[in-house]
């Protein structure tokens, strides 16, 4: 089975028709993401303000009685992560446990830090302290009670009550070795993120690279993440056939074989990389219903994938593909 996820990005007054949207193309989810703002180099002043994710999730979970509720990411090195983590749990008990993947990150945004007056820790802290909040949301979720005590999260007996039950589901995601070994160690879900062996985002706005790093990642890449969470499961003595992985999908674009090349192009110019095929690049579908199927069955299987999230994407594009590539692929 593939659940088909669409990322939610409208401000927060025209999240209504969105939620109502996703559900009528039959969608099983939705996921926001959680920034104070991103710049993407424009002025402060003239950047996109991210609103509140936890808000717009409890809209999501009125609006709707099936939609599955997630986020990519919560940003838990600007607050101690017991807030989040606090914030899901009530979410789970008002909807059900089985409806929230509770994504959780360590914060790359340096303006955000910046702006708030706060340190931006270097990578390895802040992977530290993720792996630290981690923990604590295995012990939230699973007992509803924490006594953690580490170097950059304590939680010396916080409850939070009874578990609900199913619990709810950790999503950590990333692109780099540490992440994917932490990943293993603690989460249900893997959201697999290009992979950091192409190329690195750092800078003052790593975001404008991202979709650059996407597009040269290949299925083979992120094979080798699998495989890495898999080992790291393992070690620690987890189920590693227990853990799903997800795909934040950037672009998908129904064509003839005639125009597959016409159309990577344009998706090439517009992340800034040099005309290239990319028919080995996971988090694009490109071309005829039969070639999306070709791609998809073989990501699904390598991958073992059990989550797309979709980049805005027109309903009936949603609508389309759910119909004649994943019903195929599933069937």
């Given amino acids: 089975m593939i659940e088909l996820h669409s990322l939610g990005v409208v401000p927060s007054s025209g999240l209504r028709d969105e939620i109502r949207a996703i559900d009528a193309a039959g ?38 009685d099936r939609l599955s509720l997630g986020t990519v990411v919560i940003n ?12 899901f749990f009530e979410l789970a008990q008002l909807v059900g446990g089985g409806r929230v993947l509770a994504g959780i990150g360590a914060g790359w945004n340096r303006e955000e830090f910046v702006a708030l ?21 295995r012990a939230m979720f699973d007992e509803g009670f924490a006594e953690v005590s580490g170097k950059h999260v304590q939680a010396l007996g916080v409850r939070l009550g009874p578990p609900p039950v199913p619990r709810p589901r950790l999503l950590l995601g990333g692109g780099s070795d540490r992440l994917l070994e932490i990943a293993g160690r603690h989460a249900d879900i893997v959201d697999l993120n290009g992979s950091s062996r192409r190329l690195k985002l750092g ?7 991202d979709q650059a790093r996407r597009f040269t990642t290949t299925v083979a890449d992120l094979d080798d993440s699998v495989q890495r969470v898999r080992r790291s499961a393992a070690a620690a003595g987890r189920d590693a056939d227990r853990i799903e992985f997800s795909l934040l999908v950037s672009a998908v674009r129904f064509c003839s074989d005639a125009e597959v090349d016409v ?3 344009e ?49 009936d594009i949603l609508v389309r593909f759910r119909r004649d590539v994943v019903h195929v692929v599933t069937s």
């Fill in 27 to 64: 969608m099983d989810g939705v996921f926001v993401t959680d920034h104070l703002f991103v710049s993407n180099g424009k002025p402060r002043r003239e950047s996109a303000a991210g609103g509140d994710p936890f808000v717009k999730l409890a809209v999501a979970g009125a609006l709707s």
């Fill in 76 to 87: 838990i090195g600007l607050a101690h992560p017991a807030l989040a983590l606090r914030s």
């Fill in 117 to 137: 007056g706060m340190e931006f820790p270097p990578f390895a802290e802040r992977m530290d302290r993720l792996e630290e909040a981690a923990a604590l949301a």
């Fill in 203 to 209: 800078g003052a706005h790593p975001s404008l690279l």
């Fill in 263 to 265: 159309v990577e192009r």
């Fill in 267 to 315: 998706l090439c110019a517009a992340a800034g990389i040099d005309p290239q095929s990319l028919s080995a690049c996971p988090y694009v579908f490109v071309g005829p219903p039969e070639r999306m199927i070709d791609r998809l069955a073989e990501r699904v299987e390598r991958l073992r994938l059990r989550h797309l999230i979709f980049a805005p994407t027109e309903p």
